[in-house]
T-cell receptor
Framework: GQQVMQIPQYQHVQEGEDFTTYCNSS?????IQWYKQRPGGHPVFLIQ?????EVKKQKRLTFQFGEAKKNSSLHITATQTTDVGTYFC???????????????FGTGTKLQVIP | NAGVTQTPKFRVLKTGQSMTLLCAQD?????MYWYRQDPGMGLRLIHY???????AKGEVPDGYNVSRLKKQNFLLGLESAAPSQTSVYFC????????????FGDGTRLSIL
């Protein structure tokens, strides 16, 4: 079945340093979404990538979708304490019977920012 | 606008007891999901529904049942609770279609003793 792995599992950075998390799927994806979960909170949608090679930016966050649509990355420039949380990717697979496209969440990367 | 509401927020059960977790959304979303979140495991899909009256198994369905009698509600039942079901449970919903984001509830923290 479809598997989505994320690395690293944990990352501690000094405030101001950059951070990157990588997402890899065992199958080609239709699209990929990124979510952020603050400590004690629930996942919140950040962005969606659909096209091969797509790059999107949200302020200090840069999201990329691989050419083969099997991997993605999230890069944060100059981290701040407000970036603390767990970042999840969620890959949407091909159509299955009934028209539903399975969504598989990655294992997440927990980011800790040291002030 | 409440979004996705989960009840209860916390619950402690004894092994063998049963209970139902309720998820309600007021966004008229077609799709609803139940996930469990365990340390280091990410979000694992238990069951999902693509519309009123329909349900389907996800990645880890054993020991759980679901019902979607009304479009706005998605119920998750534990038939006979086991310590392995201690987890944080999240409900999510989204519009139908391929490119829609999921909206999550605040979660239910469930402990089975």
């Amino acid at each position: 079945g479809q598997q989505v792995m994320q690395i690293p599992q944990y990352q501690h950075v000094q405030e101001g340093e950059d951070f990157t998390t990588y997402c890899n799927s065992s199958t080609t994806l239709s699209n990929i979404q990124w979510y952020k979960q603050r400590p004690g909170g629930h996942p919140v949608f950040l962005i969606q990538l659909v096209k091969s090679g797509e790059v999107k930016k949200q302020k200090r966050l840069t999201f990329q979708f691989g050419e083969a649509k099997k991997n993605s990355s999230l890069h944060i420039t100059a981290t701040q304490t407000t970036d603390v949380g767990t970042y999840f990717c969620a890959g949407r697979g091909p159509l299955v019977s009934g028209g539903y496209q399975k969504v598989t969440f990655g294992t997440g990367t927990k980011l800790q920012v040291i002030p | 606008n409440a979004g996705v509401t989960q009840t209860p927020k916390f619950r402690v059960l004894k092994t063998g007891q049963s209970m139902t977790l309720l998820c309600a959304q007021d966004m008229n979303h077609e799709y609803m999901y139940w996930y469990r979140q365990d340390p280091g495991m990410g979000l694992r899909l238990i069951h999902y529904s693509v519309g009123e009256g329909t349900t389907a198994k996800g990645e880890v369905p054993d020991g759980y049942n679901v019902s979607r009698l009304k479009k706005q509600n998605f119920l998750l039942g534990l038939e006979s609770a086991a310590p392995s079901q201690t987890s944080v449970y999240f409900c999510a919903s989204c519009r139908g279609g391929a490119n829609q984001p999921q909206h999550f509830g605040d979660g239910t923290r469930l402990s089975i003793l």
